[in-house]
């Protein structure tokens, strides 16, 4: 019986020194995020941009693998219908890399619409929830290229199919 507990303490240890090992050779491979000097990123969706949606959006790195990020656009041409969209995010990135790679990303979104289509015209002021996924590319030089695909469901029923309208996203960014 003491020969099995000493057998069991022994191979506990050895186990648990492997452990270490692993994980300290882990850690030598992967940048360590608290002394990542590069956590903020500006964007603008250049797809938006030539409907002319007049766009710039703010990410902010908080952890590896997320990040949380503000869209904001502006309709500046008289024949946009979208006078002004705000939608905040969280993204989840997948990858070894400090938030570069696939991502998925959900959040709300305020937006004020005005249909200058037909006879009539109306504005409406409404607010919703999207999600989306994408890819994301960094550089060496810290630029990014973005392309990415999301679905919104807002409580404005006369936009689109009942509230539901799509964003693509091609946007070129820099990160400092």
Same mark, same amino acid.
């Given at each position: 019986?003491?020969?099995?507990?000493?057998?069991?303490?022994?191979?506990?240890? @050895?186990?648990? *020194?492997?452990?270490?090992?692993?994980?300290?050779?882990?850690?030598?491979?992967?940048?360590?995020?608290?002394? =990542?000097?590069?956590?903020?990123?500006?964007?603008?969706?250049?797809?938006?941009?030539?409907?002319? #949606? $007049?766009?710039?959006?703010?990410?902010?790195? &908080? =952890?590896?693998?997320? +990040? &949380?990020?503000?869209?904001?656009?502006?309709?500046? *041409?008289?024949? *946009?219908?979208? %006078?002004?969209?705000?939608?905040? %995010?969280?993204?989840? =990135?997948?990858?070894?890399?400090?938030?570069?790679? !696939?991502? *998925?990303?959900?959040?709300?979104?305020? #937006?004020? =619409?005005?249909?200058?289509?037909?006879?009539? +015209? !109306?504005?409406?002021?409404?607010?919703?929830?999207? @999600?989306?996924?994408?890819?994301?590319?960094?550089?060496?030089?810290? !630029?990014?290229?973005?392309?990415?695909?999301?679905?919104?469901? $807002?409580?404005?029923?006369? #936009?689109?199919?009942?509230?539901?309208?799509?964003?693509?996203?091609?946007?070129? @960014?820099?990160?400092?």
């Amino acid at each position: 019986m003491k020969k099995i507990c000493l057998i069991v303490v022994c191979l506990s240890f @050895a186990f648990n *020194v492997f452990a270490q090992e692993l994980l300290e050779k882990q850690a030598k491979q992967r940048p360590i995020f608290s002394s =990542y000097k590069t956590k903020n990123e500006i964007q603008t969706n250049m797809f938006f941009n030539i409907l002319g #949606l $007049t766009n710039i959006s703010y990410e902010r790195i &908080i =952890y590896e693998t997320m +990040s &949380i990020n503000t869209f904001l656009g502006f309709g500046l *041409v008289n024949d *946009v219908t979208t %006078k002004f969209i705000l939608y905040p %995010k969280i993204k989840i =990135y997948f990858g070894d890399s400090i938030c570069n790679g !696939w991502f *998925v990303d959900a959040g709300l979104i305020l #937006l004020d =619409y005005k249909d200058r289509s037909g006879h009539y +015209s !109306w504005e409406q002021t409404g607010f919703g929830i999207g @999600a989306g996924f994408g890819y994301k590319f960094i550089n060496s030089k810290n !630029w990014i290229f973005e392309l990415g695909f999301e679905i919104t469901k $807002t409580s404005i029923n006369n #936009l689109g199919a009942g509230g539901r309208f799509f964003i693509i996203t091609i946007s070129g @960014a820099k990160r400092f």
